[in-house]
């Protein structure tokens, strides 16, 4: 293989396909990206760790079409560090040595012949806003559970319906539920598949400025089921979770006893100040009144904090506590100047929505649902 690449493509590439290396391989081969340069002037660059495979691809000059399998995360730091030149990238026996401007690397070579073959893309079902996927992720990743002896809470539940695609995440403390238009290749098209949260938010992040991601399903009978994601110069699987996710319709209620509007900024802004002496777990105060929001935290002989903010409340006056750290992830995904939360009392969960202000109708598209913490006595 001989081929020359501009640093900052070979370091796109490098880094986008770095994100399928598997931190603990199982074999020294899965630690490796498969570089393959074809005589169309193209590069790949792949990795995969069973799970999850990623092909990112860049123009280059190609001398000599080949292939080689070489150290992932040794050449993604190596390519950051380049000096923005032209690199020049040969192998040769067992070895590849990278030349740009006056830096000079050789990299031993792994056996390309022990790397698994990475999947085939499925079938494409459709095709959706780079940006509006990505910022859907984001807002629904933030709800997904982190403990792996929980896999079915580590996922986003995607359900596809004609138009419309609904992601949900939940780790039972919070459900977080975002519904988005697209373009299905088949007008009445339904599918469900259950996608790694980490997965689905790191790739949404790749492919956010790609303009538009084709989605590709196969929805295996024995756990084999992929989720493809292919934009410009960029192709990544995963396989998808088994299990039963929670049925969370049937969870989010419908008829409330209050409703609170409240400046997002400033709401964001005082929790975080009272939930500096909220010990860790210790959840925070909220008071709606006809007056507004007082917000507490700490009690007794532990610090304490009190902050007071204007808001509208519509019905009964309620206290509720909640988690702070959940109240700020679903602020931050709403991503709205103003939020609504509409409560049923102060041991249900609680529902909370963007407004793009005071007087207009909640932003239906996304719903976080809270749970709030009971506090003793």
């Not at 070979?10 to 199982?26: E, G, S």
């Amino acid at each position: 293989m001989d081929i020359r690449i501009p640093r900052r493509d070979l370091a796109a590439a490098v880094a986008t396909a770095a994100h399928a290396l598997p931190h603990r391989p199982p074999v020294p081969v899965m630690a490796g990206l498969r570089l393959t340069a074809s005589a169309d002037g193209r590069l790949e660059v792949a990795g995969f760790d069973y799970e999850v495979s990623t092909r990112a691809t860049a123009t280059c000059s190609v001398d000599q079409p080949g292939q080689a399998l070489v150290s992932g995360r040794l050449l993604a730091d190596i390519t950051k560090a380049l000096p923005d030149q032209t690199v020049h990238i040969t192998t040769e026996a067992s070895r590849a040595v990278l030349t740009c401007g006056r830096s000079r690397f050789t990299l031993w070579l792994l056996p390309i012949d022990e790397f698994p073959a990475l999947p085939e893309l499925p079938g494409v079902v459709g095709q959706v806003d780079a940006e509006l996927w990505a910022a859907a992720i984001a807002q629904t990743a933030i709800a997904a559970g982190r403990d792996d002896t929980l896999p079915v809470l580590t996922g986003i539940r995607v359900e596809v319906e004609g138009d419309k695609v609904v992601l949900a995440a939940t780790d039972r403390y919070r459900f977080a539920v975002r519904e988005l238009l697209w373009k299905p290749e088949q007008a009445e098209h339904t599918a469900v598949a259950l996608v790694p949260a980490k997965t689905l938010h790191e790739t949404a992040r790749s492919l956010a400025g790609a303009g538009s991601v084709d989605l590709a399903l196969s929805a295996g009978a024995r756990g084999d089921g992929l989720l493809g994601l292919t934009g410009p110069d960029l192709d990544i699987t995963t396989r998808l979770l088994e299990g039963e996710f929670p049925k969370f319709r049937a969870l989010f209620p419908t008829e409330f006893t209050s409703v609170a509007t409240v400046p997002t900024g400033p709401f964001a802004e005082a929790v975080r100040r009272v939930a500096l002496v909220a010990e860790r777990n210790t959840p925070i105060r909220l008071n709606f009144t006809q007056s507004g929001l007082v917000i507490e935290a700490g009690s007794g002989d532990d610090a304490q904090a009190v902050d007071r903010l204007d808001a509208d409340l519509e019905g009964d006056d309620i206290s509720i506590a909640f988690n702070p750290a959940y109240l700020l992830d679903g602020l931050t995904a709403a991503n709205s100047p103003v939020t609504q939360i509409s409560f049923v009392s102060p041991t249900k969960p609680a529902l909370l929505q963007g407004k793009a202000d005071q007087g207009a109708e909640a932003d239906d598209s996304f719903k976080y649902l809270i749970m709030p913490v009971r506090l003793s006595g």
